[in-house]
DNA sequence: AATCCACAGGAAGATTAGGATA
DNA sequence: TATCCTAATCTTCCTGTGGATT
């Protein structure tokens, strides 16, 4: 149930496969495919589908004894346009002796490199770039698109897919007019759909019997809430299973998906806060702080603007770090707002002005991300802070 | 109805970091 | 390696505003 794992069988992208193998279908007879452009949340079966097609043409091609080659990458990782040549040229070559290296050739070199591999193979060659949006420049796909014209004996065409479809926007024209020759968008899953994705993983991921009735139509309809996710919904199954085998209990129970959406939400926020930026982690620590102060005094006050932005000043001045201005940290607790980590929302207090009112998200709340910002070296000064203001005077 | 607080949040310019380029 | 560029970050300065209080 990993999302790594590479299903044989797609429910509900039937057409999607198709539509993708008729497209590509003219590599088998030596043709060049036209370049698409692949859009769709996350979740919805983009690299699957791609993935899938790919091993198809893979095998078609052995049959019928044409040279096809498919190269997939994920720009997340190539994100480069050396990485990518890099790449693509030692999918070319087999002997060590002449790999292209991590680094020191120039970039066009690496270029010619892989033209003149591709002519001597007289191959077609489909190079899926996935989540095409994190390439830096797109100097690489201009490259990439234009390569054709000088190839004499093969072809080249080119898979983008993204999940930002404004990314088209900032793309060269040329580059755009001729990545997009072909365009396929993906819809989210229905919590039906999502459904049948998880009845066809847990066949051969569970036993028979060990989940109750109702536990897959939640899953589904608890990750169909979000944008059809199929990647959250499996996670979701899957964290239940865990939970439960964890448990010793041996059924999974509505309960165990319960708990396992908490302790998602709870890792994702974890995550994003320990890579927060050190002045956004003051920031949310002022917010603990002024927090358990109120829980202390027994009050439940929401903070304020104002509030947060005076311990926010002390911390800086222990921890000697520069403070921001004001109107900067309005934008990182706007920002930690849209994180999900808290909670802010702009209200009038009549003659008291207008301001933020803050507080800590539920699921946020807990002593794990208390011990996460803690973790970092620039606490240890705060170690034994006391916040030294009384407590607030305000209503 | 008028006032006025305590900020929100836009605009534009300054600074900085990291990557591209010569 | 030096330098140039660009995008992101941050500051300065600013105008705008919902509604309790006068």
Known sequence: ??????????????????DLANVLVPALKGETPSNIFIYGKTGTGKTAVVKFVGKELLKKGEETGKKVNFIYMNCEIVDTQYRLLQNIANRFIHEWNDHVPFTGWPTDEVYSKVKVMMDKEKSVTVIVLDEIDKLKGDEALYNLTRINSELDNARVSVIGISNDLKFTDFLDPRVKSSLGEESMIF?????????????????????????????????????AQEHGDAR????LLRVSAELAERSKVPKITKSHVRLAQNKIELDRVTEVVRTLPNQSKLVLYSIFLLNKQNKKAGTTQALTTGEVYDVYKELCKKTRYNCLTQRRTTDLISELDMLGII????????????????????????????????????FKDLANYKMKGQARLTV
């Open 187 to 223: 819809y989210p899953y229905d919590a039906e759909q999502l459904q049948d994705i998880l009845r066809a993983r847990i066949k051969t991921a569970l036993k028979r019997g060990v989940i109750d009735e109702d536990v897959i139509p939640l899953c589904a309809a608890l990750s």
């Open 1 to 18: 149930m990993r999302p790594t794992y590479m299903p044989e069988i797609l429910p509900h992208r039937e057409k999607e496969i198709n």
């Open 232 to 235: 959250r919904a499996l996670d």
């Open 343 to 378: 909670t802010a929302r702009v209200i009038s207090k009549g003659r008291h002005g207008r301001t933020t009112e803050i507080q800590m998200s539920s699921s946020s709340s807990s002593k794990e991300l208390l011990t996460v910002l803690q973790e970092d070296d620039m």
